[in-house]
């Protein structure tokens, strides 16, 4: 059975920062493509950053030079560091794992970011 769990998530002021964590097991993770996603309120999902298995990243304009997405395979853990955070940061952050033809979601984790 695949799982993935976010972590991390949290209330920060504006200017801060902070790391979101996601842990699979289940999963050829090695291998897997992995992506942060968030969900804003009243808004779309919108993909955030992407590693592939060879760590090759990808990020979405709103985000460069300010998040950084990385990968511990030994931890079998995507993270995504997040700094000078900013009110339209706030979102349901989710980690989505795709692996061959199969993709995973976890269940998100909450970042709220006051100003």
């Known amino acids: 059975q695949v799982q993935l769990a976010e972590s991390g998530g949290g209330l920060v002021q504006a200017g801060g920062s902070l790391r979101l964590s996601c842990a699979a097991s289940?999963?050829?993770?090695?291998?897997?493509?992995v992506g942060w996603y968030r969900q804003g309120p009243g808004k779309q999902r919108e993909l955030v950053a992407r590693?592939?298995?060879?760590?090759?990243?990808n990020y979405a304009d709103s985000v460069k030079g300010r998040f950084t997405i990385s990968r511990d395979n030994a931890k079998n853990t995507v993270y995504l560091q997040m700094y000078s955070l900013n009110p339209e940061d706030t979102a349901v952050y989710y980690c989505?794992?795709?692996?061959?033809?199969?993709?995973?979601w976890g269940q998100g984790t909450q970042v709220t970011v006051s100003s």
């Open positions: 289940g999963i050829i993770f090695s291998t897997s493509t």
């Open positions: 590693i592939t298995g060879l760590s090759n990243t």
């Open positions: 989505k794992a795709v692996s061959g033809w199969d993709a995973y």
